[in-house]
C-alpha cells in the first residue's frame, strides 16, 4: 500500500467506474487488507443498495485522485501509517492498532 486514496477518488476495478467514500482494512482470506466503500460513479448513491466494496488490489486505474486539506492529509498520512503495520495481520491484532489510531486521531 503506497497511500490511501482520500474521499471522491474515482478508479476503475476492472471495467467499472467507482468512486471512494472511504477506507477501511477488512479481513480477507484471514489476513488484513485495505477496502474501499464505493460507489458507482456517475451515479453516486442512489440508496443502500448503491453501496458496495472493492479492495485496494482489484483497483486497476486511478482516474481521479480526490481533494484533501491540511488536516485531511494528516489523517490519511495517520491512517496510512497504522494500516500498514495492519496489512496482513489477523483481525484481532488489527483491530488494537485500529483503536489506537482512532485514539490518537479523534479530534481531527
Known sequence: MDQ???IGSVVEA????????GARMLEKEGCMT???CAVRHPRGYAGLESLGIVYAQDITRILFTGK???SG???LDGLTTIYR???GRTAAQAQALFDEMQEKYKDI
Not at 14 to 21: E, H, K, T
Open 68 to 70: 484533501v486539506g491540511s
Open 85 to 87: 503495520q495492519m496489512e
Open 34 to 36: 485495505l477496502a474501499y
Open 73 to 75: 492529509r494528516q489523517f
Open 14 to 21: 476492472g471495467d467499472v467506474r467507482l468512486c471512494l467514500l
Open 4 to 6: 490511501i486514496l482520500p
